[in-house]
């Protein structure tokens, strides 16, 4: 099945810098990779997602790359503002199982003032 | 904005009773979820339904889990006999199709004493 590896496990950055959090996943055969971000005590919810016939994506102060070759893809966030902080989720769907999302283990990003 | 829901926010149980954890996905979406996140852990999938059947299921998932959807709105996670390990935020999800943004519901935290 699939394994998805996430780094940092923290990542600590002050107002205004950007932010790179890495993903790697194991299985080829993975298609669609979504990232959440999961505020304390809330719901995941999906901030950007990117499939495997594109290779960037960009919303706003978030993009996405994805490197189909290396089987890794990161999430971007430039300037980054306090209520970035969270925990950010990277996942993978392969297109043979199309319904079990592999998550990674999270990022908790604290954006200091 | 249609949102997942799910009740209760909070279940406390005694080891060995049954929980049944309910969830209503987005009006018109077709694939649910249910997914565990054991504290300060990655979010972990443990089923998925369609067309009123289970379309996959995780090794989490063993005999003592069901899902059900008993009406047109409710989609129901079933423990039989929950362990200590049982202890976790237990979300519910839903999509328009199988490779489309997996919607969450807000949780429930399961405590079993």
């Known amino acids: 099945g699939e394994n998805v590896e996430q780094h940092p496990s923290t990542l600590s950055v002050q107002e205004g810098d950007s932010a790179v959090i890495k993903c790697t996943y194991s299985d080829s055969a993975s298609n669609y990779f979504p990232w959440y971000k999961q505020e304390l005590g809330k719901r995941p919810q999906l901030i950007i997602d990117i499939r495997s016939n594109v290779g960037e994506k960009k919303d706003q102060r978030i993009a996405v790359t994805l490197n189909k070759t290396a089987k890794h893809f990161s999430l971007h966030i430039t300037e980054t503002q306090p209520e970035d902080s969270a925990v950010y989720f990277c996942a993978a769907l392969p297109y043979y199982n199309d319904y079990k999302l592999s998550f990674g283990a999270g990022t908790t990003v604290t954006v200091r003032a | 904005e249609p949102e997942v829901t799910q009740t209760p926010s909070h279940q406390v149980t005694q080891m060995g009773q049954e929980v049944i954890l309910r969830c209503v996905p987005i009006?018109?979406?077709?694939?649910f979820y249910w997914y565990r996140q054991i504290l300060g852990q990655k979010v972990e999938f443990l089923v998925s339904f369609y067309n009123n059947e289970i379309s996959e299921k995780s090794e989490i998932f063993d005999d003592q889990f069901s899902v059900e959807r008993p009406d047109g709105s409710n989609f129901t996670l079933k423990i039989r006999s929950t362990k200590l390990e049982d202890s976790a935020m237990y979300f519910c999800?839903?999509?328009?199709?199988?490779?489309?943004?997996?919607?969450f519901g807000p949780g429930t935290r399961l405590t079993v004493l």
């Open positions: 999800a839903s999509s328009a199709g199988n490779y489309n943004e997996q919607f």
């Open positions: 009006s018109n979406h077709l694939y």
